[in-house]
């Protein structure tokens, strides 16, 4: 007597159903499917018991006769594919002709539907996976599918699902999901009598996302579905500014069907790389279209994943694409704050002060003091500026000294750094007397000062951390030390690409000792090491001479930073790609030279930075995502004390 054996029809029905039907919510799902395909525009969900009890989904789609009703119960029963080259491109939802057969198995069904040719519909009723009676029913178009009593007969499952409350969490998920996949649908949910969800054809996906995540701020638009192209993607995301610690809400469609893939949230992930705290994740919605034969869906019991025959491309595509968008977003945030570089805004000034700013900076970089000079660097070329400021009493950022004399926070001097190429570090200023001007005699002055550029009047500086300043629409906060370490960044960055950091030779060399893994990492880095700036030989054992650094680190102490780089490049052990070790150490050399918090700066720095702002691509995020900039409207500061 032969082992082997066929099973019978309806266990081999449970057998599929343990594979598609988890919980209440995969049936939702399997049905909801099942109406977009039959090109519903409205669909109603009922609940009651969990989805135990009673499973009642309703649409308006295109129904079925009596034959189409009783051939669906039939296990790979289906009008979605043919034959096998089908499966190469699958356009609908659906399309195995399981998932009927397999719920109809673990519960009592009912399905009514008629097509808009007949008069009458169909009703059939299945108890277990036996068909019990099929006779005409009186019924709008569409179909009607009532689940009852869900693994009634399977009492093992049903033990093994979750409290109530966490199924109807699992089935309000499901709906959310598809009613973002089609917006053009409307959707309505309703537990235990109550509706909890209603979604209107009228919205707009922007509009359906906001309600769904309960977020009234602007979106930041990715993509666009009038691209043209055979594959691009579109979706909205929350900025990376306004998203709050914990797991991340974003929601993937490929071609109108819900999955995950953690290629795709990687693919996002790098889209903001440089936006994004640690800690944060992104949150939105993003729609990937592709040609069907270029996506294979047939991967998974539940169709929860696919897999994609051009990983990489995909990959790309995603990336490029968020990416693209937080550029254009700078694009605004800049016109926003800045308005036309090129334009001219008169900034009163009192009358008593002097024409010409002694802080001004007009085609100098930014630049800063930060630490004393130290003995084993080549000092740079500077030139060095001193002077008492009669109108120290108007301006918000001067401070009165213990002797009376009026200084800038920052010191008596204001220093500018000639030496190229990078002329971002400051060394100790000499100090160079400058004949006072005197307020006995005042040379006559217009009563406004004319300033182009950045177009802000600068207010003064906070805790010596924070630059206020007014705009055209507002007022604008700006963290000094994160605005320049981004501004840095782009900048080594730049140059990294290009080849081209510069260097600072060491005036004394200096010798480090390191490790047998250290030396092997300097080995295999060498090319990288030396286009970031480091001149490194070697001296013998595991020892190595440090003849240059880079110079926008030069204040920096040559070995501490060299074992900082190296540790970075020791971390690809975990599998992380070198581009993004390379950023890693490019945001770190930034952080170190960038002003740090605590630094008073003098008029002329604060407008050399914000110039620098104004002419920057990218300024909103420090390399490590810490917003930049805060923007308040004079709507509302007047809502904050009810001036409205």
Known sequence: MPKIRILPEQLANQIAAGEVVERPASVVKELLENCLDAGADRIEVEIEGGGTRLIRIIDNGEGMDEDDVLLSLERHGTSKIQEGSDLAAITSLGFRGEAIPSIGSVSKMVITSRTGQNELGTRAEINYGKLTKVHEAGCSTGTIIEIKNLFGNTPARKKFLRTVRTELNHIDEVVRNYALAEPA??????????R???LDASQSLEQRLALLLNFDKPFLKVGSVDCGMDKYAFGFLIPPEQLRNGPARMRFFVNGRAVKDRMMSHGVAEGLRGFLMKGKNPAGLLHLILPPQEVDVNVHPAKHEVRFRNSRDVHFLITRTVNEAMRAEQKRLRQAIFGDNDRVMRIPVDQKGPTENPFEVKDEPFSVRQQPEQPHLTPPVQTTITTKDTAAEHSPILRKHPAGEEQPLSTSTATLITAEPLPENLAEPKKVAQPDIRPSQPAPLPLSQVRRGHGLQVIGQLDDLYIFCQSASGMVVIDQHAVHERLLYEKLQAQFS???????????????????????????????????GFSLREFGGNS???????AITSR?????????VLEQFGSESTNRDNGDIIDTILSSMACRAAVKAGTSLSTREIEALLDKMAEADLFSHCPHGRPVIKQFSMNEIKKWFHRT
Do not use: C
């Open 498 to 532: 290009n080849r081209s950091v510069a260097s600072q030779q060491l005036l004394f060399p200096e010798t480090v000792e390191l490790t047998l893994f250290q030396k092997q990492l300097v080995e295999k880095h060498a090319e990288e090491l030396k286009h970031m």
């Open 556 to 564: 920096s102490n040559p070995s501490e930073l060299l074992m900082d």
């Open 544 to 550: 190595f001479i440090i003849s240059a650094v880079p």
């Open 185 to 194: 649908v409307t959707f309505s949910l309703t537990v235990n009598g109550k």
């Open 196 to 198: 909890t969800l209603y």
